[in-house]
């Protein structure tokens, strides 16, 4: 075994535990633990799971504006990336993770910048006008916009 499928192996037992807390859970009940929150700059109001979903497996890679579109993960083992991965991807992180790896393995595109925390995701959004992340549902801190996710 390779030092990377080690690794590899690794990450997804550690993170599969921590997955099944949230894997029974309906996509909407999912969303309910989260907000997508963007730079204020971006008109942005509302989007669609799909529109999420593109933006970050980098498949839309521009707001409509032709701003670059720079989406910001939660580390794998995040309950609020799991509720993200849920909600948005109808999948748990450790199949998001496997759909990157192929990609890097590819050649064919890198994931998102991975932050550790709410904090940290709304630092990188409140500087960059093409960022765009999740924080848990709450209070959403100064010099950042929600986005309404479309039912």
Do not use: C
Not at 110 to 136: F, W
């Amino acid at each position: 075994m390779t030092r990377s499928a080690g690794v590899w192996l690794l990450l997804t037992s550690l993170v599969a535990p921590v997955d099944a807390a949230v894997a029974g859970q309906s996509t909407d009940a999912a969303s309910q633990h989260f907000v997508i929150i963007v730079h204020p700059s971006n008109s942005t109001s509302e989007m669609t799971r799909d529109q999420l979903s593109e933006i970050f497996r980098k498949i839309t890679t521009q707001w409509p504006e032709g701003v670059p579109a720079h989406p910001v993960d939660q580390y794998e083992t995040s309950a609020t990336r799991m509720a993200f991965s849920r909600a948005v991807f109808g999948k748990d992180v450790t199949a998001i993770m496997s759909y990157w790896y192929q990609q890097v393995y590819s050649g064919r595109g890198v994931p998102p910048l991975q932050v550790k925390d709410d904090a940290a995701v709304v630092a990188i959004v409140r500087d960059d006008p093409g960022a765009i992340g999740y924080i848990a549902r709450g209070s959403v801190p100064e010099g950042v916009r929600v986005v309404r996710l479309a039912p």
